[in-house]
């Protein structure tokens, strides 16, 4: 963090100047011009000093601000051999792998909004022919972000001629890795998108691209095939394998032999018109894309889990982002191609760099990597800003990209120093439960969670507190010792205080909910609970039916807030159908919603319409990344079976599984690290999850013999969960997988019914029943995800 906030210090010091520099032709500066030439001439320096080390042959240099470009230049030469040619800013570039964010992407962003493709959607559903070899499943949303599994590239041993061949190179594929599980730069991904676009257009790629993407922009010097009238401004790239200097054709080997048109590499274009391009981006598409389309592209879309941060086509923060520098921050977006072509847009400064350069002239050997980190480093560090545009750099650099992605993981673990809601009562001398006149007559939700810093229970505090007289408890599921694992809790009285405890769970919706007859003796109730942070713990939805009871009885309701132990980052799962509501599902949350008690409180009473009288008392120094082991805060099992911060950070995946007939470890020392039955093969099991590459975890052959809960004293084989990287790990997509592996190697013995009374989502779970790839499935549920966390912010209390 310290390093960060230098370098956007240095950043905002240096922001002294870079006016309006126009450099025209080979290094001509326009009339008028006004720029640091100490700042410029070090961005000049580091390019010529590439070119006297042999990196590049020359380059073309464009950066945009503020809606207009704001310094062109050339370097160096365009050719060395055959014969030596001034490089000039009009020259025109095999873009490579730019072609995959100019043209594809672009055109496949178009037909989404024009509804004739959904992106969630498998491939195969468009080009059946491409479902063979476990492809079935590959999603065009995979395609896009690289996460397909897909080889780099198809196979050039086998001689090849023609689109079609290659087409069919790119159906015989199989994964290397299984889709969506990891990272591979691919492009047959992209050689897929483009013959895409082909068959839903019913255009050919480069006719599609033109008509609509660069002539709408007027980008009169970019085109697949360009004419023979083009050459002498190419700049040609390298020898082939018969000693002919490639120029004017494509330099991708596989693009050639496709007839120079591929949805990966063929595009030629010049420095002026990726300007347009960029400038229409910035702009929120310029007509040929709607804002929502642009944002789609440059925010990240890859796996929620995958440190790997892609939008669609785009890169965004990958180890490919060389050309980001040091300064720009993650919320930019950019790419770049193997020929040496790189461009990078920061909508956060409103700017562009754009890098062209040969660097594989004359015969492969040069390198502009390094290169594009300097340049855009110095680049970023010189732009003119505004006070709104360093104020925003100076945010996005120090917390990353947004919430829910690189802000809050920063940080694995912190030092913390947390006070629960009750210490923070205490601090203030019970201030929320004074009444106007005489003693304020209370009840107190709680169980063995609910004590402060010093070890004392709430039920003692208050019950000493001053002007407070604590009237009642009630004890939710497991008792107001956490120890009890029946729904046959009667009521009694705390064996310390003297005071009745009236217990709200049992197997009816009435035994669950506090007795009308007790709460009109009181002013208030206090709720103070540690929950788990996953929608189907009963404690959430207790206090929801408090909530109720709470409006009925026209009394106050004060929450205590306590940590969401398995951080408030994360959002993960589907959410749940509307009408569903039960003890497990009190409203339509996702599995693991990232909430405290006291923000589910809010929630809860502003969108299902309680309007009850409501205070919540927060922490003090909880940050939302926070794991518990974080906040310096003792461990109190929650309930008899959730005894760690791992088992916590499972819960939200093997839970969803819990009530089928399988074993997930009540009854032995690990419950929900393990997951056993005496009809699974453990080995077996173990390397096929293993197998799906499911991030964060990783699965171990085991065999225990549970002594309560599902198959007590039987040996049951099976895995144990080991948590490699809590912070890369989504438990909701790992419940998904547990249930899909045990579907397809068990069909014969487990029973999937049940899983539905938690899930609670009918389209997952028939998705999940007739054997839809997890990943998939997690994909279908991202918009439904999106719109609970539009809902969940306005309720968020901490930062």
Known sequence: MRLVVTIVCSLVLACASLAEAVVQGNGTRASGASASPVRLGAVDAIIQQAIADHNIPGAVLVVGHGGKVIYRKAYGERSLEPRREAMTVDTIFDMASLTKVIATTTAVMQLMELGKVRLNDPVAKYIPEFAQNGKEDITIRQLLTHYSGLAPDIDLTPAFDSKESAFRLACAETPEVAPGSGFIYSDTNFIMLGWLVEKLSGETLDVYTARHVFQPLKMMHTRFLPPAAWKPKIAPTQYDEHEHMIRGVVHDPRSQRMGGVAGHAGLFSTGDDLAKFAQALLNGGDGILSSLAVKKMSEPEQPPSASTLRGFGWDIDSPFSSNRGDLLPVGSFGHTGFTGTSIWIDPTTKSYVILLTNSVHPRGKGNAIGLRVKVATEIAAALPLTVEEKDALRWQSIT??????????????????????????EEHGFDVLKAAEGKKHIGLVTNQTGVDASGKRTIDVLAAAPAVSLDAIFSPEHGVTGTLDTTDINNSKDAATGIPVYSVYGGTDAARRPQPEVLRTLDAIVFDIQDAGVRFYTYESTLGYFLEAAAKAGIELIVLDRPD??????????????????????????????????????MFNAERGINAKLTVVPMDGWQRGDWFDSTGIEWVNPSPNLRSVTEAALYPGVGLI???????????DTPFEVVGAPWIKGKELATYLNARGIAGVRFVPVTFTPTSSNYSGQACQGVNIVLTERNGFDGPEMGMELAAALLKLYASNWKIEKMQQLLVNQSVYEALATGQDPRRISQDWREELQKFQKVREKYLIYK
Do not use: C
């Not at 749940?576 to 589910?600: A, Q």
């Open 565 to 602: 132990p398995v951080t408030g980052s994360f959002v993960q799962g589907p959410p749940t159908d509307t009408g569903h509501e039960s003890f497990t599902n009190y409203w339509t949350v996702p599995v693991r919603h990232g909430m405290t008690m006291g923000e589910l409180a809010k």
């Open 658 to 668: 819990e009530g089928t007939n399988i074993s997930v470890g009540r009854g032995t």
């Open 400 to 425: 990353g990209y947004n919430e829910a992605m690189s802000a809050e993981r920063r940080l694995s673990a912190r030092n913390g120093s947390v006070k629960n809601g009750i210490d923070v009562l």
